[in-house]
């Protein structure tokens, strides 16, 4: 281990961190990240087989919590009393930083996105989000803690993805608005935003943009099948490019040990790419997204 490897591990160790979505992917190895370097994490799954994966890693400071459906208000209460009695019982009830990272979307244009799939994703990433961000404040608030998010650079439309991007559009206004509510109780509210990143999801663009064909009209598909055949295959291309999750991890692991962590962070790739395109007036975005696609 190197002296920053030391460094970081030590300022990380005690304190508390629930994150949601860590059945796999980027909750998954950051979960699992976090808690090897010394914090205690609450890791919330929906399926009890993700939980007894998660507790047969033997790791100590690894708590998996479940099941946990952020499109359910009940569930989401049962989770947030159960964090607060297992830190009540290992001293004050003192969440450090919760992580919003659960999420999923599917592959498809807005035409034929499936409307209630559609409808679930935005229950949980973001009425679900909210619902336990007002639930963990409390003892966010007690431990002088602070909220991350992992998201998308959203706010650069990006074509067959829309449901994900959607999402993590009104992630990203929540996020800076909370910032500015809570800067009263110097609570920081921080993104993640990652570009492409290695996640089993992530790798499977055909078999989704072909599952979307096949479940739609046949009218539906052949609007679309020339299109998103196109799309996929340049997809591949950037498969082959993607970050791998550790990465984000170690960012998260940053973001949560700076003393005054920045409001936006940016790991994978093209996510720099993203933001240039951010900065730029909508109009012109657009334009350059229109030659592009």
Not at 31 to 43: D, E, K, Q, T, Y
Not at 88 to 98: H, K, Q, S, V
Not at 112 to 128: H, K, P, S, T
Not at 269 to 288: Q, V
Request: contains cysteine; positive net charge; glycine residues 8%.
């Amino acid at each position: 281990m190197t002296i920053a490897e030391n460094a970081e591990r030590r300022a990380a160790e005690g304190k508390s961190v629930l994150i949601t979505g860590c059945s796999s992917g980027i909750g998954w190895t950051t979960a699992v990240h976090l808690a090897r370097n010394g914090l205690i994490v609450f890791a919330t799954v929906r399926k009890e087989a993700d939980a007894a994966r998660l507790q047969r890693l033997g790791e100590p400071n690894l708590v998996p919590v479940c099941p946990v459906d952020l499109t359910l208000p009940e569930q989401i209460a049962g989770a947030v009393e159960f964090v607060e009695r297992d830190l009540g019982r290992r001293g004050p009830a003192e969440l450090f930083a919760l992580i919003h990272n659960a999420g999923g979307g599917q592959v498809a244009p807005v035409e034929l996105m499936n409307i209630e799939a559609f409808g679930r994703e935005l229950a949980a990433r973001v009425r679900g989000s909210v619902a336990l961000t007002q639930a963990c404040l409390p003892m966010i608030r007690r431990a002088a803690g602070r909220i991350l998010w992992i998201t998308t650079p959203a706010a650069v439309p990006t074509p067959y993805v829309a449901s994900i991007h959607a999402c993590d559009f009104a992630v990203n206004c929540l996020a800076r608005t909370l910032g500015i509510e809570l800067k009263k109780w110097s609570i920081p509210s921080v993104m993640v935003r990652c570009g492409g990143i290695r996640t089993e999801t992530g790798l499977r663009t055909t078999a989704d943009v072909e599952a979307t064909l096949a479940g739609v009209s046949p009218d539906g598909a052949a609007l679309y099948r020339e299109v998103m055949s196109v799309w996929a295959k340049s997809m591949a291309a950037f498969d082959r490019k993607r970050t791998d999750p550790e990465k984000v991890a170690e960012t998260v692991l940053r973001a949560l040990n700076a003393r005054r962590p920045k409001p936006r962070y940016s790991i994978g790739y093209m996510s720099r790419a993203a933001a240039f395109l951010e900065a730029l007036p909508p109009g012109l975005a657009d334009w350059i997204l229109k030659k592009r696609f």
